[in-house]
């Protein structure tokens, strides 16, 4: 009997304190769940503005497998280097061609199966790119010629239309998880089709902020509907993900789970 594939994807990861949370809480979730892969979105790294040679090395040095990324990660000229020269680090593929980088890329594991790790952007609220629902569709033509184990990173704003890619990917990968809000949602399932699902797997960052900003930043830009610099928070740091359990056979999900450690406080 095969053994079943163990996924953990690690949520976006915000400057030096999330990595210095995955380089903390990291040996426990491997001990825990003992992964075959591990995955996490990186375009924050950078102090919250893209991923460098820096970052991407500090994680993969920690056990990271494979870096996924998103709009931001263009916000740092050295990111793009990067995403040319390491097959690692992934953007989304729905960006004009001519970019550097590619969207999705595969992993062999030790018996010789392949999985793939796709990367898209949604287009709701965010740059006016290509369609993410076509790109996928472009993609899977090929990545199905070489597995059905198949992971997605949708990096999108609107609940909607990653709800909708769920819906459009079930039972074509085996799993979809939400990216770039930065808040963990509390609908984790196994959609009828056999794809894990997630809308938004939440940040690896400081959650005494607005979704990674200093509060007293943020709280000035939308009061008063001008620029401030933009400056990371630090503390409440906590790690968000998801494990993800795969039947290699068919390439269905059979369990997803998510997890923020440490566990928020509970107000009385």
Not at 30 to 39: G, M, R, S
Not at 158 to 170: P, Y
Not at 232 to 248: Q, S, Y
């Amino acid at each position: 009997m095969e053994k079943n594939i163990d996924v953990l994807f690690i949520g976006d990861i915000v400057g030096d304190c999330g990595i210095n949370a995955v380089e903390e809480k990291i040996p426990a979730l491997i001990e825990k769940y003992n992964p075959d892969l591990i995955i996490a979105n990186g375009e924050n790294a950078s102090a919250g503005k893209g991923l460098t040679e820096t970052e991407a090395n500090r994680l993969f040095n920690l056990g990271v497998d494979i870096l996924t990324s998103g709009n931001h990660v263009w916000d740092n000229w050295k990111s793009k280097p990067l995403l040319s020269s390491n097959q690692k680090v992934i953007r989304p593929l729905n960006y004009p061609p001519g970019n550097a980088g590619r969207g999705y890329t595969f992993v062999t594991f030790e018996d010789g199966k392949e999985i793939a790790i796709l990367n898209l952007q949604g287009r709701t609220y965010m740059q006016a790119i290509d369609c993410p629902f076509r790109a996928a569709d472009y993609a899977l033509k090929t990545i199905q010629e070489r597995t059905n184990l198949i992971i997605v990173d949708f990096h999108a704003d609107a609940s909607a239309e990653k709800v909708a890619m769920g819906w459009h990917l079930d039972g074509k990968v085996s799993a979809v998880i939400g990216t770039h809000t930065h808040i963990q949602t509390a609908d984790a399932c196994i959609l009828p089709q056999g794809s894990a699902y997630i809308t938004d797997v939440g940040m690896t960052g400081p959650y005494d902020s607005v979704v990674g900003l200093k509060k007293e930043i943020a709280l000035k830009r939308f009061i008063f509907q001008t620029p401030f610099k933009y400056e990371l928070a630090t503390e409440d740091v906590r790690l968000c993900g998801v494990n993800i359990k795969i039947n290699p056979s068919n390439g269905k999900a059979f369990s997803i789970k998510s997890f923020m450690l440490p566990e928020p406080k509970k107000f009385q």
